[in-house]
């Protein structure tokens, strides 16, 4: 056997004794309590490293590596998406690091940075640009999920599986299963809001979803949410981004809030 066919051979059988990225991703996965969507977005950005390397030996794993899995992603998703994917990875290589498994963090040799996802500036928001984000909006539900989100800080996903058990009418809060602490979360309600939200309860059909007609349009440019805030000037704004604001503006949100009583 040559020199070269040697050190092949060799390579191989080093190859063969190091833990592959999907025997680690499965330990990784099975040592973590997570909630689904958090145990999805790890299980998906290490799907895709798995397929990109081949299932490659993890401390194979090289910068490099790195650099074709977000030049990969960027060609199928936003830069958003990819900075998530990344973040999971790195929670993931810097375990391997704390098990013995790795020696150093591959993402810390990669060339390519994700500026615009990482440096992204909020838009300028004014009492008056969320008075025109709700006059732009036809439906009431939309507009009540909007002024939840800005008050209470929910996230869309979860308004919009909002049923009637979620409502807890004795002390005038939302209550939600902690996935990770495996509690109740309980998040109080503006009395003007929770009026609103309590007439659309229906005990006949506790499960059913309370709001109508918020769930995300399937074609972006379509959906309600986006188009409002385009319409205001308010292009890029978040639907959580209003509770940061919201925060700091308490007297503007009690005047948004009377208004949308009075509508």
Same mark, same amino acid.
């Given at each position: 056997m040559s020199r070269f066919n040697l050190h092949? %051979?060799?390579k191989r059988i080093d190859d063969e004794k190091q833990p592959r990225i999907s025997e680690c991703a499965a330990t990784f996965l099975e040592s973590k309590i997570l909630a689904t969507d958090t145990h999805r977005s790890y299980r998906t950005a290490l799907g895709w490293l798995k397929k990109l390397t081949n299932d490659a030996p993890l401390p194979r794993?090289?910068?490099r590596d790195i650099d074709r899995f977000i030049q990969q992603r960027l060609a199928h998703s936003s830069e +958003? +998406?990819?900075? &998530?994917h990344l973040r999971?990875?790195?929670?993931?290589f810097r375990w391997a690091i704390a098990t013995e498994r790795l020696q150093t963090n591959p993402l810390e040799k990669s060339a390519s940075r994700l500026q615009a996802a990482t440096d992204r500036s909020l838009p300028d928001i004014t009492e008056e640009k969320v008075n025109n984000i709700l006059k732009r909006i036809s439906s009431p539900d939309q507009v009540l999920s909007v002024c939840l989100g800005m008050t209470t800080g929910l996230s869309r996903k979860q308004i919009t599986e909002l049923t009637t058990i979620n409502v807890d009418?004795? &002390?005038?809060?939302?209550?939600?299963? %902690?996935r990770k602490q495996h509690c109740d979360n309980c998040i109080p309600v503006h009395d003007l809001l929770f009026s609103l939200l309590a007439k659309r309860l229906n005990p006949t059909r506790p499960h059913a979803r309370i709001l109508k007609g918020i769930e995300r349009h399937r074609i972006k440019e379509r959906d309600w949410w986006r188009v409002a805030t385009i319409e205001a000037d308010l292009e890029g704004?978040?639907?959580r981004d209003l509770y940061s604001w919201a925060n700091l503006n308490r007297q503007s949100i009690n005047r948004i809030l009377k208004k949308q009583a009075k509508c």
């Amino acid at each position: 056997m040559s020199r070269f066919n040697l050190h092949l %051979h060799q390579k191989r059988i080093d190859d063969e004794k190091q833990p592959r990225i999907s025997e680690c991703a499965a330990t990784f996965l099975e040592s973590k309590i997570l909630a689904t969507d958090t145990h999805r977005s790890y299980r998906t950005a290490l799907g895709w490293l798995k397929k990109l390397t081949n299932d490659a030996p993890l401390p194979r794993i090289s910068g490099r590596d790195i650099d074709r899995f977000i030049q990969q992603r960027l060609a199928h998703s936003s830069e +958003t +998406t990819v900075a &998530k994917h990344l973040r999971s990875l790195n929670v993931f290589f810097r375990w391997a690091i704390a098990t013995e498994r790795l020696q150093t963090n591959p993402l810390e040799k990669s060339a390519s940075r994700l500026q615009a996802a990482t440096d992204r500036s909020l838009p300028d928001i004014t009492e008056e640009k969320v008075n025109n984000i709700l006059k732009r909006i036809s439906s009431p539900d939309q507009v009540l999920s909007v002024c939840l989100g800005m008050t209470t800080g929910l996230s869309r996903k979860q308004i919009t599986e909002l049923t009637t058990i979620n409502v807890d009418l004795n &002390k005038r809060s939302l209550r939600f299963l %902690h996935r990770k602490q495996h509690c109740d979360n309980c998040i109080p309600v503006h009395d003007l809001l929770f009026s609103l939200l309590a007439k659309r309860l229906n005990p006949t059909r506790p499960h059913a979803r309370i709001l109508k007609g918020i769930e995300r349009h399937r074609i972006k440019e379509r959906d309600w949410w986006r188009v409002a805030t385009i319409e205001a000037d308010l292009e890029g704004l978040r639907f959580r981004d209003l509770y940061s604001w919201a925060n700091l503006n308490r007297q503007s949100i009690n005047r948004i809030l009377k208004k949308q009583a009075k509508c």
